[in-house]
């Protein structure tokens, strides 16, 4: 039992009390430490915040190596989001690197070893924001991502537009007006999606998978202003990559005025608005009709010409034509008249040649009258059938023959054929 008086003995309060205290010992003072927040909440009846500091993992799921409990009281919150907010445009979130000024305490009635939050250096949080994105553009522009997305060609016309967003919100009404505006047929299919805040990156990818299954001509992603927390999930890798590797091309329309979004960098066209998001969707439109009123406007143009060409060579034509009709014409009548009077040199002595040949003519022939011939002592013997016999030959004892003479016709019976 004497070993036993050797032993401390407390109650709770009192081993609770003993810890704090020696807490307080071993940290006097307030101290600062870094890390990123998790499981970021806020009670609202007394509206002091809690959350997880942790040291950042590198693999998603994976656990942290360190974790702290940290209390931050509502008297504090308020001045510590006014300065993130005026130095850096943040507010406290989920996923944000940290660096806090705190006192390490431990709670008796709770049995919790916390740290109450002091401050926040904001320069170290929006360093490291920078840091990280400034990393992470690197990465995808050495693996061709900054540009993958700005390769495909926009249809024309685009009409067919997919819209993640939240529905309802003034985003959504800003854009849609602008499309309705424009009197032009836009089909819009929204899908309603969380724009910001835990975990909303990844419902904008899940978001991108089930609208680019409709095979939309452009999809368009929009949300309001906001701070830089607010569209802390526009500079998740994840995304970037699903933006990038999209096998439809992607607008943007984040309300920012001053940095870009890594979603912005990585979709083949970023946007101030979502205004201003529809505005250059209209304006595809509007240059697909100038396009289609340029064509129409050059074949009337080529037309005109091709006519006023052909009207140009016509009358070109029909004035060679007359010149050379005129000038065929002169020179068949300078022929024909050289034609003429070569005739009248030459006919008289053509007509004279031909009189004498004609009167040789008439000469022979007087010369071959029979009747001439039977003047001179010589007759003609014909058939019955008037064919004239100069031969023996197919004549026979009894035929009839005719035999002519000067003076008159003697007609015969043959009684002998002698040969």
């Not at 008086?5 to 205290?21: M, T």
């Not at 940290?27 to 990123?36: K, R, T």
């Not at 959350?51 to 974790?67: A, E, H, N, R, T």
């Not at 034609?339 to 003519?361: D, Q, T, W």
Request: a negative charge.
């Amino acid at each position: 039992m004497s070993s036993d008086r050797e032993i401390p003995s407390f109650s709770v309060l009192q081993l609770g009390n003993f810890l704090k205290d020696g807490l307080n010992n071993l940290f006097p003072q307030d101290f600062w430490i870094e890390g990123q927040i998790s499981n970021f909440r806020i009670v609202p009846k007394s509206g002091h915040a809690y959350f997880d500091l942790i040291d950042p993992v590198s693999d998603q799921g994976s656990q942290p190596m360190g974790k702290f409990s940290v209390a931050l009281w509502n008297s504090q919150r308020s001045e510590i989001d006014r300065t993130l907010q005026n130095k850096s445009d943040l507010i406290l979130a989920n996923d944000i690197n940290v660096k806090i000024l705190a006192h390490l305490d431990f709670w008796p009635p709770g049995g919790r070893l916390q740290l109450i939050m002091r401050d926040v250096d904001p320069q170290y949080t929006f360093g490291h924001l920078a840091q990280e994105k400034e990393k992470l553009l690197q990465i995808l522009k050495i693996e061709g991502l900054t540009e993958k997305n700005k390769l495909h060609v926009i249809p024309s016309p685009s009409l067919n537009v997919a819209l993640i967003t939240s529905v309802g919100s003034a985003a959504y009404a800003d854009f849609c007006d602008e499309l309705l505006n424009s009197n032009f047929s836009f089909n819009v299919f929204a899908r309603d999606t969380r724009m910001q805040g835990e975990g909303s990156a990844f419902d904008i990818e899940e978001g991108l998978q089930i609208v680019t299954s409709y095979q939309p001509d452009v999809i368009a992603i929009i949300r309001g202003g906001g701070s830089t927390s607010d569209l802390l999930s526009f500079d998740s890798e994840s995304l970037a990559r699903a933006i990038a590797n999209s096998s439809i091309p992607i607008f943007t329309g984040i309300g920012h005025e001053i940095d870009r979004s890594v979603a912005d960098i990585v979709a083949h066209t970023s946007y101030k608005t979502p205004t201003a998001c529809a505005i250059g969707l209209v304006k595809t439109v509007d240059e697909f009709i100038e396009k289609i009123l340029g064509i129409k406007t050059n074949i009337i143009n080529l037309s005109h010409n091709k006519i006023s060409l052909a009207q140009s060579n016509h009358v070109n034509l029909y004035s060679r034509t007359v010149t050379i009709a005129k000038a065929s014409l002169f020179n068949s009548n300078e022929n024909l008249r050289g034609v003429k009077e070569r005739i009248a040199l030459i006919a008289p002595s053509i007509i004279k040649r031909n009189e004498n040949k004609l009167h040789g003519f008439e000469d022979q022939i007087r010369a071959l009258d029979p009747k001439r011939l039977l003047a001179r002592g010589w007759s003609i013997t014909r058939t019955q059938n008037g064919e004239i016999i100069s031969s023996t030959n197919n004549l026979f004892k009894g035929d009839e023959i005719e035999t002519i003479f000067e003076d008159g016709t003697v007609k015969s019976t043959i009684n002998e054929v002698v040969i």
